[in-house]
C-alpha cells in the first residue's frame, strides 16, 4: 500500500487521541507530539490505533522513527506492501 493509502487510516487513529486536531494544517515534516502538544500516553494509544486499524504490529525499537506523519506513512507502507497483481 502507498503511503496516501495508509494516510486515511493513520489520521482516524490520530482522531481519537487528538480529536482538535486539524489534518489540513499538519506539518508532514514535524513530530506530530510537537504539534499536537500530545504527550506520551497519548502517542501509544495512536499508535495502538494504527495497529487496530490495519493490523501492523509495530515494535517498541521502532518507535523512535516514528516522529512525523511522513515518516509513519513511510515506515507503514514499508510494513504493508501493495498486494501483487
Do not use: K, W
Not at 510537537?34 to 490495519?54: A, P
Amino acid at each position: 500500500m502507498s503511503a496516501e493509502d495508509l494516510r486515511p487510516a493513520v489520521l482516524r487513529a490520530l482522531r481519537r487521541v487528538a480529536p482538535e486536531a486539524d489534518p489540513a494544517a499538519l506539518d508532514p515534516d514535524v513530530p506530530l507530539r510537537e504539534q499536537l502538544d500530545i504527550d506520551s500516553m497519548d502517542f501509544l494509544n495512536f499508535l495502538i490505533g494504527i495497529h487496530r486499524e490495519l493490523g501492523v504490529e509495530i515494535p517498541e525499537a521502532d518507535y523512535p522513527r516514528l516522529t512525523t506523519l511522513d515518516r509513519i506513512l513511510a515506515y507503514l507502507a514499508e510494513q504493508r506492501p501493495a498486494p501483487a497483481g
